[in-house]
């Protein structure tokens, strides 16, 4: 397991822009694909997008397609979110997570490291 550290969660107007940051310490970074998840209030949590061992490769929920945008840094063993064109319903808490190996699919279950999670909340 990797320890992961998300940021950048915040309140903000529908319309607006967050980046999610999600730090992941250690040399072996480039070994796990990456992933985010989010969970609103009352609902299952659920897959939003991940990205591949070397970043060259992402996959999106459909919902979220043209607005949210994954990516990493594995220099600075670093994955990011940026969410634009908010909507009150992608209020959530956001989740970073990681899977050691090259799946970075929507199953949930099969990542094996998870952040605490950072508050998203947008306003309408």
């Known amino acids: 397991q990797v320890q992961l550290v998300e940021s950048g969660g915040g309140l903000v107007q529908a319309g607006g822009s967050l980046r999610l940051s999600c730090a992941a310490p250690?040399?072996?970074?480039?070994?796990?694909?990456m992933a985010w998840f989010r969970q609103a209030p009352g609902k299952e949590r659920e897959f939003v997008a991940a990205?591949?061992?070397?970043?060259?490769?992402?996959f999106y929920e459909d919902s979220v397609k043209g607005r949210f945008t994954i990516s990493r840094d594995n220099a600075k063993n670093m994955v990011y979110l940026q969410i634009d064109s908010l909507k009150p319903e992608d209020t959530a808490v956001y989740y970073c997570a990681a899977r050691k190996g090259t799946y970075y699919g929507a199953s949930g279950p099969l990542y094996d490291s998870w952040g605490q999670g950072t508050q998203v909340t947008v306003s309408s």
């Open positions: 250690g040399r072996i970074f480039g070994t796990y694909a």
């Open positions: 990205i591949s061992l070397s970043g060259g490769g992402t």
